[in-house]
DNA sequence: CCTCAGATGCACT
DNA sequence: GTGCATCTGAGGA
């Protein structure tokens, strides 16, 4: 165990320091996206500068369409790390996104979109990288997934380290029922699952699908931690025992050791650490 | 640590 | 009607 790279978390409160890559590569060209059921203007916000001043960190380099336009998997690997950002009621509340899932596209059994098929549900798997693709599952709950380059294709996001304003996000937790707070357990809990984060920032279908995460006003992503590459677990995904020969491709992502995480694959941990 | 059932609503055959 | 990219609490090893 113990990987030399400590880009994983624990550290109580230290400062690391992020090193200022002034992105130079912001140029790449977007499609146009048809944002017609969209009730708010989609004003140009291209710059966390832009953004109220309670809710903007200082320093926050904001994700732009190149960092989304690359293949899926890669797209789930770059997401570790990064802080997920939504605002809600003018609070700002994140997270460091700590476990993804890839989900291909028309070749995956395990992606909604297998096959090409295209309904109104599942439409912003097919919109440009970078679009919001956010789902009801079991009635009552949601989860919410990133998509990237290639038809089809979207990361879900599938736990969060909570970083900001956490006893909203408590709230919204344990909205309707009594006395739980996971405040005690340094937030362990809060987001340690696909549907306990999209609780936690308020995340519901119908404020946050289809939404452009690259200029959006209400969620967004800022550059934060990168994570060596030993530091990432490879693994299966959770919960697609129908995908057949899909189900045990290595599409889930985690950081080693990061304890906001919602499941961990021992078996593959292991097997990391013997290589 | 583990497995299990129940809650709950919507998209799709 | 069926089946979920889930979560919780209860009960057992």
Same mark, same amino acid.
């Given at each position: ?97 700590? +476990? ?8 995956? #059994?395990?992606?909604? =979109?297998?096959?090409? $098929? *295209?309904?109104?549900? &599942? ?62 357990? +340094? ?8 549907? #306990?984060?999209?609780? =936690?920032?308020?995340? $519901? *279908?119908?404020?946050? &699908? ?66």
């Amino acid at each position: 165990m113990a990987s030399n790279c400590t880009s994983s978390t624990q550290s109580r409160g230290r400062k690391r320091k992020s090193q200022q890559t002034q992105s130079t590569s912001s140029k790449t060209k977007k499609p146009t996206q048809e944002i017609s059921d969209l009730t708010s203007d989609q004003s140009q916000y291209t710059s966390v500068k832009h953004i109220s001043k309670n809710v903007k960190k200082d320093n926050a380099e904001r994700l732009d369409y190149s960092f989304f336009d690359v293949p899926c998997e890669d797209l789930a690997e770059a997401l570790l790390g990064q802080t997920i950002v939504r605002i809600c009621d003018g609070k700002r509340l994140s997270g460091k996104i700590v +476990e993804t899932e890839a989900y291909l596209g028309s070749i995956d #059994k395990a992606a909604h =979109s297998y096959k090409g $098929k *295209k309904t109104d549900k &599942n439409t912003a798997m097919f919109m440009p990288p970078g679009t919001a693709y956010v789902y009801n599952i079991y009635g009552m709950y949601c989860c919410i997934n990133i998509s990237s380059k290639g038809d089809g294709a979207a990361v879900l996001i599938r736990a969060l380290q909570p970083l900001d304003n956490l006893e909203t996000m408590d709230e919204f937790r344990t909205k309707g029922k009594d006395g739980n707070s996971f405040l005690k357990k +340094e937030g362990v809990g809060l987001c340690n699952g696909p549907s #306990k984060l999209c609780q =936690s920032l308020n995340i $519901k *279908k119908d404020s946050i &699908n289809k939404l452009d995460m690259c200029t959006s006003d209400q969620i967004w992503l800022e550059k934060n931690d990168t994570v060596c590459k030993d530091a990432i677990v490879k693994c299966k995904r959770i919960n697609i025992g129908y995908a057949e020969d899909w189900v045990d491709k290595p599409l889930r992502f985690y950081i080693l050791g990061n304890k906001y995480v919602s499941v961990r694959d021992k078996p593959a941990e292991n097997e990391m650490s013997t290589k």
